[in-house]
C-alpha cells in the first residue's frame, strides 16, 4: 500500500515548456487535489477532482489544467510554464468530500521554471 | 469566507522547552472541522489530529496536547519537552462544509526550531 505518490520528484521548466505531474492512489479514493506550496504562503489549492471524469476549480486555477481519467490518477498540467509557476506541488487524496476527511498527502514535486 | 492564522511566524527553543504554536481561525459554518500536520525537512506532510467544532475537550497524544477553545476561536497546539525531531513546519488547517467542496484552508505554517 503505497498511498499518495508523485512523479517527478523535481523538475527544472524552461519558461514557455510545458509538463505533465503525475499523483496516483491506491487507496481507492473518489477526492483528489492538487495544492502548490509557496514561502510564507502556505498551501493553496489549484484544482479538485470529486470522482472519476471530474475536475473542478480551486483557488489559484490559473495556468494549470488537470485531468481524471482514472479513479486513481489525477494529472496536474503545465501547458506553457511560467517563473511564477516555481513551487513545491503537492497532491492529496480523501475518501470522500465529508469535512472530517483528513487528506492524504504525497511527498510534493519541486518545480523550478527558470 | 474561511480564514486560518497562525500569527507566529518562526520559533526557536532549546531542546526540552515547552512550546505552543498559535492558530486562530475565522468561520461562519456552524459545524467544522481543525487540523494540524507536520511538514519536516524531508517535505511530506504529516496529520496530527483533527478536531470537530462539538468537541472542544483537550487532547493529549504523549509529548503533543491540543487546546480547542471556541470562545476564542483558537486551536493551540502544545509539544511539551520538546526535541529535535520535532524542529518542522506546522501547519493549522479548516474544513467547512460546502456540500461537494469541502474547501480545506491552510494557515501560513510556524517554523519551529529546536536547538540540542
Known amino acids: 500500500n503505497a498511498g499518495v505518490t508523485q512523479t517527478p520528484k523535481f523538475r527544472v521548466l524552461k519558461t514557455g515548456q510545458s509538463m505533465t505531474l503525475l499523483c496516483a492512489q491506491d487507496?481507492?479514493?473518489?477526492?483528489m487535489y492538487w495544492y502548490r506550496q509557496d514561502p510564507g504562503m502556505g498551501l493553496r489549492l489549484i484544482h479538485y477532482?470529486?470522482?472519476?471524469?471530474?475536475?473542478a476549480k480551486g483557488e489559484v486555477p490559473d495556468g494549470y489544467n488537470v485531468s481524471r481519467l482514472k479513479k486513481q490518477n489525477f494529472l496536474l498540467g503545465l501547458e506553457s510554464a511560467a517563473p511564477s509557476q516555481t513551487s513545491v506541488y503537492f497532491c492529496?487524496?480523501?475518501?470522500?468530500?465529508?469535512?472530517?476527511?483528513?487528506?492524504?498527502f504525497g511527498p510534493g514535486t519541486r518545480l523550478t521554471v527558470t | 469566507a474561511q480564514k486560518v492564522t497562525q500569527a507566529q511566524t518562526e520559533i526557536s527553543v532549546v531542546e526540552k522547552e515547552d512550546v505552543t504554536l498559535d492558530c486562530v481561525y475565522e468561520t461562519r459554518d456552524t459545524t467544522y472541522y481543525l487540523f494540524w500536520y507536520k511538514q519536516p525537512p524531508s517535505g511530506e506532510l504529516v496529520f496530527l489530529i483533527r478536531?470537530?467544532?462539538?468537541?472542544?475537550q483537550n487532547e493529549i497524544s504523549g509529548r503533543y496536547s491540543w487546546n480547542f477553545q471556541k470562545s476564542t476561536s483558537s486551536f493551540n497546539f502544545t509539544i511539551t519537552a520538546s526535541q529535535v525531531v520535532d524542529s518542522a513546519v506546522y501547519f493549522c488547517a479548516l474544513s467547512e462544509a460546502t456540500g461537494a467542496n469541502s474547501k480545506l484552508t491552510f494557515g501560513k505554517g510556524i517554523t519551529l526550531s529546536v536547538r540540542p
Open positions: 492529496a487524496s480523501s475518501l470522500d468530500w465529508a469535512r472530517d476527511q483528513k487528506r492524504y
Open positions: 477532482s470529486v470522482g472519476e471524469g471530474t475536475t
Open positions: 487507496m481507492n479514493h473518489e477526492y
Open positions: 478536531r470537530n467544532s462539538f468537541d472542544e
